[in-house]
């Protein structure tokens, strides 16, 4: 039977593989951000292009390199969630 302790526990679990999948993305993209903002700021070279296409290719290389494991997160994710449905339900 679902519970509001059981929807919350749902919820939760989706919340923390949204961060999980996530997180390597994120991370990628904030820490070359940060990498071309001080090489602007030291070069005072202010191109809007300088900042966006590097972010785009290295969030190109992390899905190419983390993108099986994300997908394997999120399928075993997604399994365990659908064969936990009979036992929710009744």
């Given at each position: 039977m679902m519970t509001p302790e059981t929807v919350l526990?749902?919820?939760?679990q989706a919340l923390e593989m949204t961060v999980m999948?996530?997180?390597p993305m994120l991370g990628a993209a904030l820490v070359t951000g940060l990498?071309?903002?001080l090489f602007q700021a030291a070069t005072q070279l202010n191109e809007m292009t300088l900042?966006?296409?590097p972010k785009l290719l290295v969030?190109?290389?992390?899905m190419m390199i983390a993108g099986p494991w994300m997908i394997s997160?999120?399928?075993d994710y997604m399994r365990r969630l659908f064969t936990s449905i009979p036992?929710?339900?009744g």
């Amino acid at each position: 039977m679902m519970t509001p302790e059981t929807v919350l526990t749902i919820a939760q679990q989706a919340l923390e593989m949204t961060v999980m999948v996530s997180a390597p993305m994120l991370g990628a993209a904030l820490v070359t951000g940060l990498l071309v903002s001080l090489f602007q700021a030291a070069t005072q070279l202010n191109e809007m292009t300088l900042s966006f296409i590097p972010k785009l290719l290295v969030l190109v290389l992390v899905m190419m390199i983390a993108g099986p494991w994300m997908i394997s997160m999120l399928t075993d994710y997604m399994r365990r969630l659908f064969t936990s449905i009979p036992t929710l339900i009744g």
